[in-house]
């Protein structure tokens, strides 16, 4: 939870409220955070959860509240037949194909570049750049 708040705030965020509460029978915590006329508010079950989808709605990370430091590379396999997304952050080593109606390979490849492209551009603390695999 901590490092969650501790990147909120390197990135001008601060606290505005916190608290504890019953939602819907369940038991909830809520954290507000501004900067400068920015206001965002969220519940989580954890801290951490609701930390998280702030951290999410500040665009701080790509995608629900993970954080993948990349760099998002493209590639093809090692048949050359099939081309994929990358993360290299060595927390997830996440890899994602590409399937759909290209052209063929080369198109997926294109892709998968642009993808990475994208990805490498999120408004994220750990963003770096695009790179091909070695």
């Known amino acids: 939870?901590?490092?969650i708040l501790d990147s909120l705030r390197s990135a001008g965020w601060s606290v505005?409220?916190?608290?504890?509460?019953v939602v819907d029978g369940r038991s909830t915590t809520y954290w507000k955070m501004e900067k400068g006329?920015?206001?965002i508010g969220a519940h989580g079950d954890t801290d951490a959860e609701a930390l998280s989808r702030i951290r999410h709605k500040a665009g701080?990370?790509?995608?629900?509240?993970?954080?993948?430091?990349?760099?998002?590379t493209a590639g093809l396999d090692a048949a050359?037949?099939?081309a994929f997304l990358q993360s290299e952050d060595f927390s997830h080593d996440?890899?994602?194909?590409?399937?759909?109606?290209?052209?063929?390979v080369d198109d997926e490849l294109e892709y998968?570049?642009?993808?990475?492209l994208r990805m490498n551009a999120m408004p994220s603390p750990?963003?770096?750049?695009?790179?091909?695999?070695g």
């Not at 505005?16 to 509460?21: Q, T, V």
């Not at 750990?126 to 695999?133: D, F, L, Q």
């Open 94 to 104: 996440a890899r994602l194909y590409v399937s759909g109606n290209f052209g063929g």
């Open 1 to 3: 939870m901590q490092e």
């Open 80 to 82: 050359g037949k099939r």
């Open 16 to 21: 505005l409220g916190h608290h504890d509460e």
């Open 37 to 39: 006329n920015h206001v």
């Open 60 to 72: 701080l990370t790509p995608v629900l509240g993970i954080d993948d430091a990349g760099p998002w």
């Open 126 to 133: 750990m963003a770096r750049t695009v790179g091909e695999p």
């Open 112 to 116: 998968a570049r642009a993808l990475a």
